[in-house]
């Protein structure tokens, strides 16, 4: 296999930033809230193995031939209902989060230069980790934005960096952030925000924790993601107090006419206002930027849902984005899992120590 070119490179020569790196990996975002541009991003999203497990060819027949003609210009009207003056919510948010991990950690005394990239669309990962090459890093941590790990996503970047390696002469160090669901750190910020929610809004009658769906094969085919999106929503039910019946786990963005991962999050919200519930708050802690899934299935159409079937209020709860107390939970992530690599920035003050001590042994030779 032909390896691809390498940065030029001189002997003696040193990086001039950081030569360790976090690379902050979201799922993905098209271009434009187009149908071209839905059809590229889909083209590659879909032709995952990680993300639709059905035998290639059979799937190739019905991706390009019905859904591709299909689905761009529906999810293209979608994400024109949120999409914003900078672009993508998921990629401005990601964008934000990776210039603020980077602050938050440079705070910590860690030298470290933090990306971001897409598994699908731009910019890619493997185009980041080339960009981070000609800097000169040579560490690079790899913290894919999914809380709760799953083959469809978090493995899916791994296997996006593994065929960067393939195909890269000089591999950097590489090390892999799994999942975070029961960090107690992220589980104390999604209680915070919730906390603030009720504070400003007042508080609902039950909270709904809303993760992404999977089809419910997956997890008899040994994936833990169920298990971890219920660990975390019960861990946050515990953090904030909440009792047997004050909270509830469901799943949404349902594909295909296969069995899902159950509750259906838009289904349970109706039957609960069709029994009387009246008010409802929502959270999605399986995203950690606010993206299409949250802004228009969940706060427009599972909105529009609940009160069409007899809801008076529903609070929706906003990813973490740029929340501080986010930020200092993916920061102690970094954190923990950069030890053992050489990231301590030297203090300005130490510098000006080490050049005068310089100095002065010249002075004495």
Request: charged share 20%; hydrophobic share 40%; glycine share 8%.
């Amino acid at each position: 296999m032909p390896f691809l070119p390498e940065p030029s490179h001189r002997h003696g020569a040193t990086p001039s930033g950081p030569d360790t790196a976090v690379l902050l990996c979201n799922l993905g975002t098209p271009e434009a809230p187009t149908a071209p541009a839905l059809r590229r991003y889909l083209a590659q999203f879909l032709a995952d193995p990680r993300v639709v497990e059905i035998p290639k060819l059979v799937w190739a027949l019905i991706l390009h031939g019905i859904i591709l003609r299909v689905r761009p210009a529906k999810s293209a009207a979608k994400y024109a209902t949120v999409w914003t003056p900078e672009g993508s919510p998921l990629k401005v948010w990601t964008s934000k989060q990776a210039k603020l991990l980077q602050g938050y950690l440079g705070e910590r005394g860690l030298r470290v230069r933090v990306a971001f990239a897409m598994r699908y669309g731009e910019p890619s990962i493997a185009a980041t980790l080339d960009a981070l090459k000609r800097e000169g890093v040579r560490r690079v941590l790899v913290l894919p934005a999914y809380p709760q790990y799953s083959g469809a996503t978090t493995a899916s970047v791994i296997d996006d960096v593994a065929h960067w390696a393939l195909q890269t002469r000089h591999v950097p160090e590489l090390r892999f952030i799994n999942c975070y669901h029961d960090d107690t750190a992220y589980i104390a910020a999604l209680a915070q925000t919730v906390r603030e929610h009720w504070q400003r809004e007042g508080r609902g009658d039950k909270l709904v924790m809303s993760f992404h769906g999977m089809p419910e094969r997956t997890l008899h085919l040994g994936d833990p993601y169920h298990c971890e999106c219920l660990k975390t929503g019960r861990l946050l039910a515990e953090s904030l107090g909440l009792k047997d019946g004050e909270w509830l786990v469901t799943f949404q963005s349902r594909f295909g006419k296969a069995k899902w991962l159950e509750p259906y999050t838009e289904p349970s919200l109706v039957k609960l206002a069709q029994g009387g519930l009246k008010t409802v708050d929502l959270i999605c802690p399986g995203f950690s930027a606010d993206c299409l899934e949250t802004l228009e299935e969940i706060n427009q159409e599972a909105r529009a849902a609940f009160l069409a079937a007899g809801g008076q209020r529903f609070g929706y709860i906003p990813c973490l984005n740029d929340h501080p107390a986010g930020m200092r939970a993916l920061a102690t992530l970094a954190e923990r899992h950069l030890q053992g690599w050489p990231t301590d920035a030297p203090h300005p003050d130490t510098l000006a120590l080490q050049h005068q001590r310089a100095l002065a042994a010249g002075a004495r030779e």
